[in-house]
């Protein structure tokens, strides 16, 4: 590995992730991601990001996207992302992200950009729209991480396409000017299961979902999660039993109990054996409101409070901006641009 590149040895590994602001953060997203983070706080020199460029690769409605990236950040903060031991930052506030990406795009293929399955899949779902930005949009990514020189990236499955191609750029990179970057690698985590739609078990919770009943967000009252598991798809038979193949839809509220109330999903089969669906999903539905309830009520609390808001994007801000542009002028530098007179 790249080690030589950074001041020393004695620096904690780099961390980087971030979320977009769009839509709403689904209990998949928290288990998937955020609940994740927050150790790995105490071992990393960690990274958090909001990534609202990133966001309007698809129409927003501006006052939306606004609203949604506070909402966001006060989640971050309510799950305890810790401002003290993390930097947390809005992508928009470090103009390096777009000017790195920029020299980027210059050593990235169309070839490669066209391969990348999320682009596929986005431009099929939002065909009046396929705009550069959209397919742009991992090389954006690549910049978030290399900015940084980070080491980790702890991301889902769905995203490690993309932490490849990062990969590739700053092997690239490195190869035709000089070690630069660190070259990341993807982390995802021991535990935390992925979380399936409730409405279709075999597909993602995902928080584009049309069908609001098929996904749990982080902000949904207790009426709203109780209704949505009380509806959950499960199959004809009345065994409460872990069978992801043949019992997908109970199979993955069985994980959803399992990750709120810390029982494996042995105790939960065991707990449920012998009693009907209608019990056990009202059980897992006290589970979600129960293990979510304080972080909702501190997620509110802090979205109340611009003031405190905005000291934490700016305190992230600028510590964000001294790392990217020590990057970001080396790049600048090793392309052959003239430095700047400052
Ligand atoms: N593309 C990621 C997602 O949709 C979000 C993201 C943007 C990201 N930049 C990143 C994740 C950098 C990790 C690192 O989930």
Known sequence: ???????????????????????????????GS????????????????????????????????????????????????????????VQSHVPAHAELAWVLNTITYVG???RMTQFKDKSRKH?????????DY?????????LYQTDLVPVGIDQKQHVELARDIAQRFNNRYSPTFVVPECYTPKIGAKIM???????????????????VTMLDDKDAIMRKFKRAVTDSDTEVRFDVENKPGVSNLLSIYSCFTGKTI????????????????????????????????????????????????????MRACRIAYKTLDKVYKKVGFIPKIR
């Open 1 to 31: 590995m790249d080690n030589n590149i950074k001041a020393n040895d004695i620096h904690k590994k780099v961390i980087f992730s971030g979320i977009q602001p769009t839509g709403k953060i689904t209990i998949g997203n928290y288990l």
């Open 34 to 89: 955020i609940k994740n983070w927050i150790p790995m706080q105490e071992e990393f020199d960690s990274i958090f990001c909001v990534v609202d460029m990133h966001s309007i690769t698809v129409n927003q409605i501006p006052a939306e996207l606004r609203k949604n990236t506070y909402d966001l950040l006060a989640l971050y903060l309510a799950c305890g992302l810790d401002p003290q031991k993390s930097i947390l930052f």
């Open 112 to 114: 490669e950009m066209n």
């Open 127 to 135: 065909a009046d729209n396929i705009n550069m930005g959209l397919m």
């Open 138 to 146: 991992p090389v954006l990514m690549a910049s978030d991480i290399l």
């Open 197 to 215: 739609s409730l409405q279709e078990p075999t597909a993602k919770m995902s928080k584009s979902d049309e069908n609001e009943n098929a996904v």
């Open 266 to 317: 042995e105790q939960a089969q065991n707990e449920f054996s012998g009693k009907g669906y209608g019990d056990f999903k009202i059980k897992v539905a006290e589970s979600v409101i129960e293990g979510i309830a304080p972080i909702q009520s501190e997620q509110q609390r802090i979205a109340k409070d611009k003031a405190y808001m905005d000291e934490v994007l700016k305190d992230g801000a």
